[in-house]
């Protein structure tokens, strides 16, 4: 299943297919973008990071890619679990010497067993 | 390493009341933020210690906000005379002392609601 922007604030797949996530990110000069994960009743958790000199980086079964001309970041999940069931936010640094992050208003996943 | 411990998990309070939350971040950890989370919404920056100096503050954080970290260690954040649009929820983060990487460590939060 596919998210494309912001519109579609849920993205439900069934358990072992493939999600992607879509973000636009507000400020060409960030630098800096993290995919957090959020269960309900906890603090956002880091999934992985990519800096803007870098168009794809991949982790443990999640893969981020950025598209610095279209100011767009992506999230993929590989083969989706029961436990993905969250809502993912991007989060983007603004290389200001600050290190405080702003985030996107975030996609719930749901994933239909 | 405990993670980051955010005290009290929930708050419920009368308008026009002060409420304090407490953070205690991971110990090695030099640098604290704060930030707000309304429902639905991403986390919004409030604030953020280096060590014991509060380095930045959002326009969020009216004079009615106020967060201390005295010895560099844990942080309070206290909110005077509340009002309703304040009920959100509180997080607390902490990262190392290095430039931008890797991303914060959060807590699970305070949740203020003001009734």
């Known amino acids: 299943g596919e998210n494309v922007g912001l519109h579609l604030p849920t993205l439900s797949v069934q358990e072992g297919d493939n999600s992607i996530i879509n973000c636009a990110y507000s400020?060409?000069?960030?630098?800096?973008f993290i995919w957090y994960k959020q269960e309900s009743g906890k603090g956002p958790q880091f999934i992985i990071d990519?800096?803007?000199?870098?168009d794809k980086r991949q982790g443990q079964r999640v893969t981020v890619l950025l598209n610095k001309t279209v100011k767009h970041l992506s999230l993929q999940i590989a083969a989706t679990q029961p436990g993905d069931s969250a809502v993912y936010f991007c989060?983007?640094?603004?290389?200001?010497?600050?290190?405080?992050?702003?985030f996107g208003t975030g996609t719930r996943l749901k994933v239909l067993a | 390493d405990t993670g980051v411990s955010q005290n009290p998990r929930h708050k419920i309070t009368k308008r026009g009341q002060n409420v304090t939350f407490r953070c205690d971040p991971i110990?090695?950890?030099?640098?604290l933020y704060w930030y707000r989370q309304t429902l639905g919404q991403g986390p919004e920056f409030l604030t953020y210690?280096?060590?014991?100096?509060?380095?930045?503050k959002s326009r969020l954080l009216s004079d009615r906000f106020s967060a201390e970290r005295p010895k560099g260690s844990f942080s309070t954040l206290e909110i005077q005379r509340t009002e309703q649009g304040d009920s959100a929820m509180y997080l607390c983060?902490?990262?190392?002392?290095?430039?931008?990487?890797?991303?914060?460590?959060f807590g699970s939060g305070t949740r203020l609601t003001v009734v």
């Open positions: 983060a902490s990262s190392r002392p290095q430039t931008v990487g890797y991303g914060y460590t």
């Open positions: 400020n060409s000069a960030s630098d800096y």
């Open positions: 990519i800096r803007s000199n870098m």
């Open positions: 989060a983007e640094n603004i290389n200001s010497g600050t290190y405080k992050y702003i």
């Open positions: 110990s090695e950890h030099n640098r």
């Open positions: 210690f280096q060590n014991e100096a509060q380095l930045e």
